[in-house]
């Protein structure tokens, strides 16, 4: 058997994530999951509420301090998604 990889903690939600989580992105608001709106570093909307709460790094609890980028903060300023994108020279 091998060892899990990947995700194996439980993210913390300081709000209640089966909500509407909005952000605005250009000129329109778009919903979002969860786990990307407790990353993105911008205007947040919760059931049409702004929300002014922590702001966390993707995928991570770890809180940002002092934020320098507008959208998805990411922990080493690489997106973990990326590893899982099929690649176009794949043969699937």
Known sequence: MSEKNGNTVKLKYDFNESQCCEITSGTNRVRITGREFRSWNGERYLQGNTYEGPLYYYGTNEIVEN???????????????????P???TYF
Do not use: M, V
């Open 67 to 85: 934020p320098i980028t507008h959208g998805l903060l990411f922990k080493n300023g690489k997106d973990p998604r990326e590893d899982k994108r």
């Open 87 to 89: 690649r176009s020279y």
